[in-house]
């Protein structure tokens, strides 16, 4: 084959919206793994969460959670690689969402942390999230403080679609360097170390693997995609992907709900995905 690895993101690019993997899509990625092609998973969500998931989909093994943030090994449990938020921008952080009333969790080894529970959140753990959840009843910025030791694996606030924008640009304005804030879903801001992200998640895959990135195909639909996408040999954006990230994909696949990455792992495996250049 010519490509011999692939990266994917799961939510809205591999899953679709009826929230199944498509049977054509599970006989795709055995067929490619058969045949000796890598396929890493390279999703936003926290390990509990997206262990069941990988598995049944035959996608078990490593997978980079927290979007680049944390390597987990489903069969064992076991986190091979964690590159937390570092600590000096934990504070900045926490009062940049507490001064603005604005709802924000984050991740301390796999357990979501809040300062008290909110229907957003509440919505957000039940369809994104598995295992435990604590309310820290104090301000996180007071919790880091009184727990100085933590290292959070990633940020995550429920804002305003309209308000999104904005707040991007001022938090890697006002706190980037050592960290990156991005957007997983309209309403989700995330921020991890700018250690993590799955564009880095993708080059490690390729180190671990020894597949050149030339030949790695990467696929995704939401901005958080953009940076594995601009890494990999080839990025593809599913066609219910955000205008962003298709306008810096290479090919545009059909949609999530139309078996659009099976599609491709099939042309792939069958010799014939160079022809959509």
């Known amino acids: 084959m010519k490509y011999n690895a692939i990266a994917l993101d799961f939510d809205g690019t591999t899953l679709r919206g009826d929230g199944t993997v498509s049977e054509r899509t599970l006989n795709a990625i055995k067929e490619y793994k058969a045949r ?7 999703t936003g969500r926290m390990f509990n969460s997206i262990a069941p998931e990988a598995e049944r989909a ?4 490593e ?18 690689a964690h590159f937390p938020v570092p600590t000096k921008s934990i504070a900045g952080i926490c009062k940049y969402f507490e001064e603005r009333d604005l709802y924000f ?12 529970f909110s229907e957003a959140g509440d919505y957000y753990y039940k369809h994104f999230s598995k295992g435990a959840r604590f309310a820290t009843g104090i301000p996180l910025s007071a919790y880091f403080e009184k727990h100085p030791e933590a290292r959070p694996t990633k ?9 999104m924008r904005g707040h991007i640009d001022a938090i890697n304005e006002s706190l980037g360097g050592p960290i990156t804030a991005m957007c997983s879903n309209a309403e989700y801001l995330e921020i991890v170390s700018a250690r993590a992200g799955k564009g880095n998640a993708l080059l490690n895959f390729c180190k671990q ?7 790695c ?14 890494a990999a040999g080839v990025g593809i954006a599913v066609e219910n992907a955000r205008d962003e990230v298709k306008a810096i994909a290479d090919y545009v696949c059909p949609s999530n709900d139309e078996d659009g990455v099976a599609r491709v792992i099939e042309m792939i495996i069958g010799g014939s995905f160079e022809l959509m250049k």
């Open 105 to 116: 969790q984050t991740y301390l080894d796999d357990v979501v942390f809040c300062q008290k």
């Open 63 to 80: 997978v980079y959670c927290y979007n680049g943030a944390a390597l987990y090994d489903t069969k064992s449990g076991v986190r091979r």
């Open 58 to 61: 035959g996608l078990g093994g």
């Open 36 to 42: 000796g092609g890598k396929i890493a998973l390279c």
């Open 155 to 163: 940020f995550l606030a429920i804002l305003n679609p309209d308000e």
């Open 209 to 215: 693997t020894g597949v050149p990135v030339e030949q």
């Open 217 to 230: 195909v990467a696929f995704g639909d939401s901005l958080n995609d953009i940076p594995m996408l601009k």
